[in-house]
C-alpha cells in the first residue's frame, strides 16, 4: 500500500525557497553552495509527515543515502540534516535579505560613542548617520565592522548629539 503524501504545493514552494535548492548535506560537509538538482526529503523518513518543519531540500545523491537503511556504514542522523538545514536557511537568509538590519535611535555627549550590534552581520556593513541638533556638528565613522561601529562628535560646546543610525549591506 502506498499511502505516500507528496507535500502540499505550498509548503514545497517554501522549502524550495528557503533552502535556494542548495543541499544542506551538500552545504554542511562539503562546502559546496551551488544549486543542486535535488528533492524534497522527510526528515523523520515518514513520507506522510510534510510539516514544514520535517521537510529539507537535498541532492539526489544526498536524498537517496539518507532514506537508505541498508547502508553498512552510518547513516546521516535526523538531527544533523536538521542542523544543517536550519543553519543554511538562516545563513541564506542573511545573505539575500537586503533589508537594512538596524535603525535605531542613539546619542552621546559630544565625544566618542560605540555602538554594538546585537546580532553580528555576515559582512560589513554600510553605516549612515543623521544627527539631531540644534547647533552644528561634525561627525566621523570609525572601526565599521561587522559586530558595530564607532561614532566620534564633535560640537562646539559640550553637549548632547541625537543620532539615528541605519546599518545595511549591499543588495
Ligand atoms: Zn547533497
Not at 113 to 140: D, Q
Not at 156 to 161: L, R, T
Request: charged share 25%.
Amino acid at each position: 500500500m502506498n499511502n505516500r503524501k507528496k507535500p502540499t504545493s505550498e509548503v514545497e514552494t517554501q522549502v524550495l525557497i528557503k533552502s535556494r535548492r542548495r543541499c544542506c548535506l551538500c552545504w554542511a560537509l562539503e562546502g559546496n553552495q551551488n544549486e543542486r538538482l535535488g528533492q524534497i526529503a522527510h526528515v523523520d523518513r515518514n513520507p506522510s509527515n510534510s510539516d514544514f518543519e520535517n521537510l529539507a531540500y537535498l541532492c539526489l545523491e544526498h536524498h537517496a543515502r539518507y532514506d537508505s537503511r541498508a547502508s553498512q556504514s552510518k547513516g546521516f542522523t535526523e538531527t544533523e540534516v536538521k542542523t544543517y538545514r536550519d543553519e543554511l536557511y538562516r545563513l541564506i537568509a542573511q545573505k539575500y535579505d537586503s533589508r537594512p538590519f538596524y535603525s535605531l535611535d542613539g546619542w552621546c555627549r559630544s565625544g566618542t560613542r560605540t555602538v554594538t550590534f546585537t546580532v553580528a552581520f555576515p559582512a560589513t556593513p554600510h553605516v549612515l548617520v543623521s544627527p539631531i541638533s540644534k547647533k552644528p556638528c561634525t561627525y566621523a565613522l570609525s572601526e565599521i565592522s561587522t559586530t558595530g561601529f564607532t561614532v566620534n562628535f564633535r560640537t562646539e560646546q559640550h553637549e548632547e548629539v541625537a543620532f539615528n543610525w541605519l546599518a545595511f549591506l549591499d543588495g
